[in-house]
């Protein structure tokens, strides 16, 4: 099989095929966040069933970003928004982002990227663009933000404050739509404390992923049911 080919298969396989006759009413789309530990079944996708009692679909892929331009890959969902899947969810648990400022933008672009995901405003870019594409379907949309370093030296300390920034654009963007929830995880981490982050001190330990799962569960648990 071709090496493009075979990439194209192992992507497609990362995201969560919706069963026929499923009645899920909760999709999950984004990036290694929320897709660490699917494997061993202690993922935020696999916490939140759990907590919630209901299935989810979790079509998460790790290093997605919301903007990507590799057709191929980007439709096996490197692309966020190729994630999604057409039916009547009810919600989307939504993330993204945290790869396009990493390693998409050699940080002396890092401030461009950001305003072609999300404006200052919190009413333009791909990220507003996508969550209103979303919501236009009638399911609320949930968006978490991304875990802080413990204290500790890892890889995204250098992107702290752009960050910040960021999850202060998107508290914007879920300000002006009652149907969208920004979920900070700012708090979540005790300075100093490394359990709920894996060995590289970016992704979720399975701790880290259930913390997660809480409080994505608590929006949807405290919202009627339509």
Known sequence: MPLR???LALLAACG???APGSDARILMMGDSMLATHRGTGQS????LE???GEEVIDRSVPGARMIYVFPLTGSAGL????QFRARPWDWVVLNGGGNDL???????LCETRLERMISADGRGGVIPELVAALRATGARVVYPGYLRSPGRWSLIDGCRDIGDRFERR????ADL????THVSLADLVPEGDRSFHGPDLIHPSPKGSRAIAERIAAVIEDAPRP
């Open 50 to 52: 759990s907590l919630l």
């Open 177 to 180: 739509d009652p149907g969208v």
């Open 102 to 108: 990493l390693f998409g933008c050699a940080c002396a």
């Open 170 to 173: 998107l508290a914007r963007l």
């Open 79 to 82: 692309r966020i928004a190729a």
């Open 5 to 7: 080919l075979l990439c």
């Open 44 to 47: 935020v996708g696999d916490g």
């Open 16 to 18: 969560e095929r919706i």
